[in-house]
């Protein structure tokens, strides 16, 4: 049989999550592609029934793969993964991106792929995000995600993470599309490199054109402004700091300036940044308090940082 087309696939995914089919249809399903293994459709609404049952992961993986392999709806392929999570444990979703790497190779998947992995598996994120730059060298986003990785990669203090590759993937970004709002990414990866006066450029970049919708931009240069003026001037170190909280988008906030302002004594400084960084921040706020526990008991080093 033809493939559906894209929008064939929407109405059946709209359709089969929002009326689930019923045990003895889910039957009638199965039967159904066990004769015809190519009506998505059948296996869409099968897939749904199976969701919404909380099946576990070895019952779903076999229609995500071939949803990745087959369906022409990548959007469909995405949100199957994200419903598949509330069933399964990191392996599953680890094997379920591998099969979506594998069989999709567009920018979309692989750039959904690195930033599940950025949360996971850093080593991971690294490999996909190279291999990523490869096959589409020209793609602005996945720059910005290979240097986000390699960041993180060196915030936490893990081997194999390169501040020349931040900071030229960042860079090569800016330059594939001057209007996307990275010129806090890239300050963040000029200082990682060493690169101090090109740091605080981009910076000040990022905070003159920052705005409402951009906040993390404004938040990231005030960071950067922040560690540059250490270790000399530590009250321009903590004005940036406080001037750095802002509502902050998924990333959350940055922690370097907070950790090395916390390793000279300034606690106080520190956890009032962390409070008001909770008090803005839509994402885990769990990890703040962890942040504040940390603190208490004087473990510096697990500041780890969640933004950029």
């Known amino acids: 049989m033809d493939l559906p087309t894209p929008a064939d696939l929407e109405r059946f995914e709209i359709d089969a999550f929002s009326r689930l089919p019923s045990s003895e249809e889910a039957r009638g399903l199965l039967e159904a592609l066990v004769a015809e293994p190519d009506d998505i459709d059948a296996r869409i609404r099968l897939y749904a029934f199976l969701v919404a ?3 576990p992961p070895d019952e779903l993986f076999p229609h995500v793969e071939y949803f990745c392999a087959h369906a022409p709806s990548l ?6 993964g994200i419903v598949a999570a509330g069933n399964a444990n990191w392996e599953s979703l680890r094997r379920l991106w591998d099969v979506a790497i594998r069989e999709r ?6 750039s959904n792929a690195i930033g599940f992995f950025l949360e996971w598996d850093l080593d991971r994120a690294r490999e996909v995000s190279g291999d990523a730059i490869t096959a589409h060298p020209e793609n602005a986003e996945l720059h910005v995600l290979r240097g986000r990785v390699h960041l993180r990669g060196l915030e936490l203090g893990r081997v194999g993470f390169s501040a020349d590759v931040a900071a030229t993937s960042l ?18 990866g000029a200082l990682q490199a060493g690169t101090r006066g090109r740091a605080r450029q981009f910076a000040e970049l990022a905070i003159s054109t920052a705005n409402a919708r ?3 931009e404004q938040h990231l240069g005030h960071t950067v402004l922040g560690c540059l003026a250490l270790p000399d001037n530590v009250e321009v170190a903590e004005s940036e700091l406080a001037a750095s909280v802002v509502d902050f988008d998924y990333h959350g906030p940055s922690m370097r300036l907070a950790r090395a302002l916390a390793q000279i004594g300034r606690k106080d400084m520190v956890r009032a940044y962390i409070l008001a960084s ?7 706020r769990e990890r703040c308090d962890g942040w504040l526990r940390a603190l208490d008991c004087g473990n510096i080093a697990e500041l780890a940082n969640v933004g950029s």
Do not use: V, Y
Request: proline share 9%; no cysteine; aromatic share 4%.
């Open 278 to 284: 909770k008090e803005r921040w839509d994402g885990p």
């Open 214 to 216: 951009f906040s993390q």
């Open 171 to 188: 860079l090569r970004a800016h330059e594939l599309s001057p209007r996307l709002p990275i010129l806090g990414l890239a300050a963040m």
């Open 105 to 110: 190779r567009d920018p979309l998947t692989l």
């Open 75 to 80: 959007r469909m392929t995405n949100s199957l």
């Open 53 to 55: 049952s909380r099946a």
